[in-house]
């Protein structure tokens, strides 16, 4: 399909950048049509209280993230395949996108407080439709998120000193009340130990951030440690990591546009 689409305007002109373009756009296509075959479900029966959800054409919110940005609408489940354990339903534009990223997405009904986690396994752009396996009911707090964490779109480099030994790592995505920071170290560090967290951001000015932080989780991220740490800023830092947060808001929002714009209409 792409290239159908950009044959047409590369052989006449011969234009490099359109070569280009095809190249990356054929090579982001390829990684993501193969993370999918790799991917087996773990799971293929449908639970109960999601059929039911279903059989009553109940409305219900479609939740993903995207570089930290929550993205949500309203949704119906389609179908369900109960042979092979997916659901087909209705996505926006901005929820097509982000599930090419992050495929990890979520299904909250507000009227009976039911959650369920499940992966995108298809995506049907033309239709709006994602088509979902792996479904889970779970429980409603793992959702809890009480800021909007945003991914750097630089390397932001970090320092975790414990016990006046500095550990160095990057920022994997940040909040106003706290930051998490991936490291090739397996850290000395439990979890509600108090450290110290330094690193720096650029908004309107160059600012050093120098937080006593708790850490609150540890989880593995590729081939990297990841340390969630938890602070309370003071009221200037706080207006500063607002200011970038803001910022990094608008410029993933922009990213996804332009990706629509690019994917969805041109095509």
């Known amino acids: 399909?792409?290239?159908?689409?950009?044959?047409?305007?590369?052989?006449?002109?011969?234009?490099?950048?359109?070569?280009?373009?095809?190249?990356?756009?054929?090579?982001?296509?390829?990684?993501?049509?193969d993370s999918?075959?790799?991917?087996?479900?773990?799971?293929?029966?449908?639970?109960?209280s999601l059929e039911k959800l279903y059989k009553s054409e109940a409305t219900l919110i479609l939740f993903g993230v995207y570089k930290g940005i929550p993205?949500?609408?309203?949704?119906?489940?389609?179908?369900?395949?109960?042979?092979?354990?997916?659901?087909m339903v209705n996505a926006n534009n901005y929820q097509l996108i982000a599930s090419k990223f992050q495929k990890e997405i979520y299904l909250l009904d507000i009227k009976t407080n039911k959650?369920?986690?499940?992966?995108?396994?298809?995506?049907?752009?033309?239709?709006?439709?994602l088509i979902l396996s792996d479904i889970k009911e779970i429980k409603r707090n793992i959702l809890k998120r009480n800021y909007i964490r945003v991914q750097p779109k630089e390397d932001i480099k970090a320092i975790i000193s414990i016990n006046n030994h500095n550990f160095y790592g990057k920022i994997y995505d940040l909040s106003v009340k706290g930051v998490s920071i991936i490291s090739e170290e397996s850290l000395p560090i439990n979890i509600n130990d108090i450290v110290n967290v330094k690193f720096k951001l650029f908004t309107t000015k160059e600012t050093i951030f120098n937080f006593s932080a708790e850490l609150r989780s540890i989880s593995k991220y590729d081939n990297f440690y990841r340390y969630h740490f938890y602070f309370e800023p003071t009221p200037a830092e706080e207006v500063e990591l607002?200011?970038?947060?803001?910022?990094?808001?608008?410029?993933?929002?922009f990213e996804?546009?332009?990706?629509?714009?690019?994917?969805?209409?041109?095509?």
């Open 242 to 253: 607002e200011r970038y947060i803001t910022r990094r808001e608008k410029e993933i929002i």
């Open 36 to 48: 999918h075959i790799k991917e087996e479900p773990i799971t293929t029966t449908i639970p109960y």
């Open 256 to 267: 996804l546009t332009e990706y629509l714009n690019n994917e969805f209409i041109e095509l």
């Open 1 to 33: 399909m792409l290239s159908n689409h950009y044959i047409k305007h590369i052989f006449p002109s011969s234009e490099l950048e359109k070569l280009k373009t095809l190249v990356i756009l054929l090579d982001f296509y390829i990684d993501f049509i």
């Open 71 to 87: 993205i949500s609408n309203k949704t119906k489940i389609i179908s369900i395949n109960k042979i092979n354990g997916t659901i």
């Open 115 to 129: 959650t369920f986690k499940a992966y995108v396994k298809d995506i049907l752009p033309y239709k709006k439709i």
